[in-house]
């Protein structure tokens, strides 16, 4: 089945430094959604981006797809931005479809 | 905005209970997912369903049920909780699956003492 690998697993910045969170998955994808975790374990869609690059405010996701990577940027990092960043790659499946998750990156953020 | 709703939002119940737990979306998705989410695991595929009366298996169906009574309404179900279920269980649609993008409900968490 679909592998997907997150890296860094944790990282902790100083307020308005940049982060990279980089996701890598094992076949051929047919989207890459980026997800934020509240601490409280509220689940938020950042991105749908199948391929190239897309920008929100602050943050960039950028999915190459033949290379089976992506990348999410965060530039001028905020506390708020504090908590768990999941990559998720769909793939088909017969009649279906399903998303694989990575373990996520916790990204912690100090004033 | 797509909207997934999920209830209850907090569930204690003991070893070898009766769970239902339920999710409603209101923007005529076709396929409804559930996800449970335990530390260092990410979220894991447990049952999904492309419509009324379909039930595909997940990456972790054992111990679980799951019924689509309607296009809006995906129940997953415990019949003989145990400790081990005790996850936060996220629901999800989409539409037709591959080429669209998945939308979460707020997540219910269940306790198994």
């Known amino acids: 089945g679909q592998q997907v690998q997150q890296s860094p697993a944790s990282l902790v910045l100083q307020e308005g430094e940049n982060a990279e969170l980089q996701c890598n998955f094992s076949?051929?994808?047919?989207?890459l959604q980026w997800f934020y975790q509240h601490p409280g374990g509220r689940l938020v869609s950042l991105f749908y981006?199948?391929?190239g690059t897309k920008h929100t405010g602050r943050l960039t996701s950028t999915t190459v797809t033949n290379e089976r990577r992506g990348s999410l940027h965060i530039s001028s990092s905020q506390t708020t931005d504090s908590g768990t960043y999941f990559c998720?790659?769909?793939?088909?499946?017969?009649?279906?479809?399903?998303?694989?998750f990575g373990k996520g990156a916790k990204l912690t953020v100090s004033p | 905005e797509a909207a997934v709703t999920q209830s209850p939002r907090n569930k204690v119940t003991v070893t070898g209970g009766n769970v239902t737990l339920s999710c409603r979306q209101t923007?005529?998705?076709?396929?409804m997912y559930w996800y449970r989410q335990d530390t260092g695991h990410g979220l894991r595929l447990i049952h999904y369903?492309?419509?009324?009366?379909?039930?595909q298996i997940g990456d972790v169906p054992d111990g679980y049920k799951a019924t689509r009574t309607t296009q809006e309404d995906f129940f997953l179900l415990l019949e003989l909780a145990s400790p081990s279920q005790t996850s936060l269980y996220f629901c999800?649609?989409?539409?037709?699956?591959?080429?669209?993008?998945?939308?979460f409900g707020p997540g219910t968490r269940l306790t198994v003492l």
């Open positions: 999800a649609s989409s539409d037709w699956g591959v080429f669209y993008e998945q939308y």
């Open positions: 076949s051929t994808a047919t989207r």
């Open positions: 981006n199948p391929s």
């Open positions: 998720a790659i769909g793939s088909a499946q017969g009649t279906g479809s399903k998303l694989s």
């Open positions: 923007n005529s998705h076709n396929y």
């Open positions: 369903s492309y419509g009324a009366g379909n039930l």
